[in-house]
């Protein structure tokens, strides 16, 4: 009965010395003052949460951030991904700043000068060869 109890206790300690179940603190490049807004967003396939989006803002803008989880991404090593910042105008949302690649599991996009607009940041993944096939998400609207 111990040698179960000394696994279990070693499986854990080891566990939380890597980091497993830990988020990673995100900093905008070029702008480490700037903080999180809002919720962050979620992007699912099949069911599955695949993908993370938040918004921050600071240094006169505000920046898109989509994370695509490692589920996802350890079998989808050639995903393409954007993001964007929407702007909420005359019942509009009119896209600014964000980014575009593929094989990245990490994308900032450029920063937009919204500070003074109600705004979300917006992410896709595409989860196949076609145009239309791709999942998105968006954290909530902030002014």
Known sequence: MRKPLALAAALA????SVGVGTANAET???????K?????????????????????????K????LWVW????????????SNWIAEFSGGEEIPHGGGEATGKQEL?????ATLDKCT????TI???SGVTDYVWGATDKRC
Not at 62 to 65: A, W
Not at 70 to 81: A, G, I, K, L, P
């Open 70 to 81: 490692d589920s996802y991404y350890n079998s989808h090593r050639n995903v393409h991904v």
């Open 126 to 128: 595409r989860t196949g």
């Open 36 to 60: 999180q807004i809002g919720t962050t967003g979620a992007i699912t396939y099949q069911g599955k949460q695949i993908g993370s989006v938040k918004q921050f803002a600071g240094c006169g």
């Open 28 to 34: 905008v490049p070029g702008c480490a003052s700037a």
């Open 120 to 123: 979300k940041a917006v992410a």
């Open 13 to 16: 300690a080891t566990l939380l």
């Open 108 to 112: 900032w996009g450029a920063g937009a």
């Open 62 to 65: 505000n920046y898109p951030y």
